[in-house]
């Protein structure tokens, strides 16, 4: 199963980005979410959202500037970043669930897309 993943590049603090992420029909019934992993740290969850788009997860240093949403009929998820930090530098990847509620434990997802490169410059 491949996910792609598009939308990263180089912007300026406080500009916004539009990532999605084809997941193709193994994201039916299932959650759908964001991870990221910045340079020389972990990976690190971002934002989920169930099956149905009526429930989302987010991580407390992206609330309030990151919305994550779903088309279904595309089987497409989309991460809108607002007010982009130097911080949010990181290699992001979209992951498909095993169940239809978002999990913020990178164990609850069992596909990965191959990362896309989001760069904030100060």
């Known amino acids: 199963v491949q996910l792609q993943a598009s939308g990263g590049g180089l912007v300026q603090a406080g500009d916004s980005l539009r990532l999605s992420c084809a997941a193709g029909r193994t994201s039916s019934n299932n959650a759908l979410a964001w991870f990221r992993r910045a340079p020389g740290k972990e990976r690190e969850f971002v934002a989920g959202i169930g099956w149905k788009g009526g429930s989302t997860v987010y991580a407390d240093s992206v609330k309030g500037r990151f919305t994550i949403t779903r088309d279904n009929a595309k089987n497409t998820v989309y991460l809108d970043m607002n007010t982009l930090e130097p911080e949010d530098t990181a290699v992001y990847y979209c992951?498909?669930?095993?169940?239809?509620?978002?999990?913020?434990?990178?164990?609850?997802?069992?596909?990965w897309g191959q990362g896309s490169l989001v760069t904030v410059s100060s």
């Open positions: 992951a498909v669930g095993l169940r239809p509620v978002p999990s913020r434990s990178d164990s609850a997802y069992r596909y």
